[in-house]
Protein backbone atom coordinates (compact mmCIF):
# COMPACT_ATOMS: atom_id res chain seq x y z
CA UNK A 1 0.00 0.00 0.00
CA UNK A 2 2.65 1.98 0.87
CA UNK A 3 5.85 1.66 -0.60
CA UNK A 4 7.47 4.70 0.50
CA UNK A 5 7.30 6.88 3.53
CA UNK A 6 8.28 10.53 3.86
CA UNK A 7 8.68 11.74 7.90
CA UNK A 8 8.76 15.65 7.83
CA UNK A 9 10.64 16.23 10.82
CA UNK A 10 11.91 18.94 12.60
CA UNK A 11 12.60 17.77 16.28
CA UNK A 12 9.29 19.21 17.78
CA UNK A 13 7.10 16.62 20.48
CA UNK A 14 4.88 16.09 17.45
CA UNK A 15 7.63 15.21 14.67
CA UNK A 16 8.70 12.75 17.06
CA UNK A 17 5.93 10.78 17.34
CA UNK A 18 5.37 11.39 14.05
CA UNK A 19 8.72 9.31 13.27
CA UNK A 20 7.76 6.49 15.71
CA UNK A 21 4.47 6.17 13.73
CA UNK A 22 6.06 6.04 10.64
CA UNK A 23 8.58 3.31 11.74
CA UNK A 24 6.03 1.28 13.09
CA UNK A 25 4.12 1.68 10.06
CA UNK A 26 6.91 0.85 8.07
CA UNK A 27 7.55 -2.54 10.14
CA UNK A 28 3.63 -3.69 9.44
CA UNK A 29 4.14 -2.94 5.83
CA UNK A 30 7.88 -3.56 4.54
CA UNK A 31 7.89 0.38 3.67
CA UNK A 32 10.46 2.12 3.33
CA UNK A 33 11.09 5.48 5.03
CA UNK A 34 12.89 8.81 3.84
CA UNK A 35 13.47 11.61 6.07
CA UNK A 36 13.14 15.42 5.24
CA UNK A 37 13.98 18.67 7.23
CA UNK A 38 13.09 22.34 6.13
CA UNK A 39 14.98 25.18 7.33
CA UNK A 40 13.16 28.36 7.10
CA UNK A 41 14.50 31.20 4.42
CA UNK A 42 16.48 33.31 7.21
CA UNK A 43 15.17 36.55 7.15
CA UNK A 44 17.47 39.22 6.17
CA UNK A 45 16.09 41.98 7.64
CA UNK A 46 17.41 43.87 10.57
CA UNK A 47 20.98 41.82 11.08
CA UNK A 48 23.74 42.14 9.48
CA UNK A 49 25.71 39.94 7.23
CA UNK A 50 27.69 38.26 9.77
CA UNK A 51 24.51 37.94 12.07
CA UNK A 52 22.70 35.95 8.95
CA UNK A 53 25.22 33.50 8.54
CA UNK A 54 25.72 32.50 12.09
CA UNK A 55 22.00 31.61 11.94
CA UNK A 56 22.49 29.71 9.19
CA UNK A 57 25.23 27.48 10.74
CA UNK A 58 23.34 27.16 13.70
CA UNK A 59 19.98 25.75 11.85
CA UNK A 60 22.45 23.97 10.04
CA UNK A 61 24.01 22.76 13.20
CA UNK A 62 20.59 21.72 14.28
CA UNK A 63 18.86 19.84 11.78
CA UNK A 64 21.59 17.92 10.99
CA UNK A 65 21.91 16.59 14.96
CA UNK A 66 18.12 16.24 14.41
CA UNK A 67 18.72 14.06 11.36
CA UNK A 68 21.16 11.76 13.01
CA UNK A 69 19.11 10.95 16.12
CA UNK A 70 16.27 10.24 13.76
CA UNK A 71 18.33 8.33 11.53
CA UNK A 72 19.74 6.41 14.35
CA UNK A 73 16.15 5.38 15.59
CA UNK A 74 15.15 3.93 12.22
CA UNK A 75 18.53 2.47 11.93
CA UNK A 76 17.48 0.27 15.38
CA UNK A 77 14.26 -0.41 14.00
CA UNK A 78 15.57 -2.13 11.56
CA UNK A 79 13.19 -0.70 9.26
CA UNK A 80 14.26 0.06 5.82
CA UNK A 81 15.95 3.59 5.57
CA UNK A 82 16.67 5.15 2.08
CA UNK A 83 17.34 9.11 2.25
CA UNK A 84 17.63 11.88 4.48
CA UNK A 85 17.48 15.21 3.16
CA UNK A 86 17.78 19.00 4.46
CA UNK A 87 16.14 21.77 2.69
CA UNK A 88 16.00 25.23 2.76
CA UNK A 89 13.09 27.47 1.72
CA UNK A 90 9.41 27.56 2.58
CA UNK A 91 8.57 24.80 4.91
CA UNK A 92 5.25 23.47 3.26
CA UNK A 93 6.45 24.27 -0.46
CA UNK A 94 9.21 22.47 -0.27
CA UNK A 95 8.18 19.21 1.74
CA UNK A 96 5.31 19.01 -1.09
CA UNK A 97 7.82 19.57 -3.68
CA UNK A 98 10.29 16.85 -2.29
CA UNK A 99 7.41 14.17 -1.79
CA UNK A 100 6.73 14.66 -5.50
CA UNK A 101 10.49 14.26 -6.37
CA UNK A 102 11.19 11.18 -4.14
CA UNK A 103 7.30 9.89 -5.51
CA UNK A 104 6.93 9.21 -2.05
CA UNK A 105 3.10 7.28 -1.38
CA UNK A 106 2.59 8.93 2.30
CA UNK A 107 3.74 11.77 4.01
CA UNK A 108 3.67 11.94 7.72
CA UNK A 109 3.96 14.85 9.75
CA UNK A 110 3.18 16.27 13.61
CA UNK A 111 0.35 18.25 13.78
CA UNK A 112 2.48 20.99 15.25
CA UNK A 113 6.08 21.42 14.67
CA UNK A 114 8.36 24.44 15.30
CA UNK A 115 6.74 27.37 13.17
CA UNK A 116 5.01 28.76 16.67
CA UNK A 117 3.62 32.34 16.25
CA UNK A 118 4.10 32.64 12.38
CA UNK A 119 1.46 29.87 12.08
CA UNK A 120 -1.28 31.71 13.72
CA UNK A 121 -0.58 34.52 11.00
CA UNK A 122 0.61 32.63 8.10
CA UNK A 123 -1.42 29.24 8.32
CA UNK A 124 0.20 25.94 9.54
CA UNK A 125 2.47 23.86 7.32
CA UNK A 126 0.33 20.87 7.98
CA UNK A 127 -2.61 22.45 6.47
CA UNK A 128 -0.41 23.19 3.68
CA UNK A 129 0.94 20.18 3.13
CA UNK A 130 -2.43 18.40 3.50
CA UNK A 131 -3.99 20.23 1.29
CA UNK A 132 -1.24 20.64 -1.37
CA UNK A 133 0.46 16.96 -0.96
CA UNK A 134 0.45 14.54 -4.02
CA UNK A 135 -0.28 11.63 -2.29
CA UNK A 136 -1.79 10.83 1.43
CA UNK A 137 -0.69 12.53 4.45
CA UNK A 138 -0.91 11.20 8.08
CA UNK A 139 -1.02 13.55 10.94
CA UNK A 140 0.30 12.54 14.02
CA UNK A 141 -0.86 14.20 17.24
Excluded at 117 to 133: C, E, P, Q, Y
Aim: aromatic letters at 4%; charged letters at 25%.
Amino acid sequence: MFKLILIAYDGSEYSKKALLTSVSLAKALGSEIALVSVEENVMHYAADVGEVKQEKERLNGLFQRLQREARETIKLSGVDFIRADILVGNVPRAIIEHAKTIKCDLIVMGSSGRSGAWAGLLGTTVDKVSHHAPCAVLIVR
